[in-house]
């Protein structure tokens, strides 16, 4: 059950995080996916990943350009837009305003799911 918690939480917030990914320079998606794993995020495998930079793209937010590399096959570099700067930042300031909330209510509740039964001026059960 955490593991389907935490891939609902992460559709929610992905665009962003590739989005952000991408403020340091142009990647392609293997090293995207990587980046965000080593992050704590867990694997985000491609049938996910794609349709995100898909999407990011049709949107304005990223331009693609496809690369023929000299080993292996060609990789599809993924840059960011002044539109997706623009919108990083805003819907980002959005998402941590979000993010705050949501810690202040779980750290109320956990602290008070943490109190002896009694001590809240309950009867006890």
């Known amino acids: 059950m955490t593991s ?3 891939a609902s939480w992460l559709k929610g917030v992905l665009d962003l995080l590739v989005l952000a990914s991408l403020t340091a320079g142009e990647n392609y998606g293997y090293e ?29 937010l990223v331009t693609a350009e496809f ?18 700067r623009q919108t990083l930042a ?11 909330s949501v810690r202040a209510v779980l750290a109320r509740g956990r602290a008070e799911a943490l109190q002896p039964a009694g001590s809240q001026g309950e009867e006890p059960r």
């Open 4 to 6: 389907d918690r935490r």
């Open 32 to 60: 995207i996916a990587k980046d965000l794993a080593e992050s704590g995020l867990g694997q985000i495998k491609g049938g996910t990943l794609y349709p995100v930079l898909n999407r990011l793209e049709e949107a304005g």
């Open 67 to 84: 690369r023929v590399t000299e080993r292996g096959p060609g990789r599809r570099y993924y840059r960011l837009t002044d539109q997706g």
């Open 90 to 100: 805003e819907q980002g300031g959005l998402w941590l305003g979000f993010d705050e």
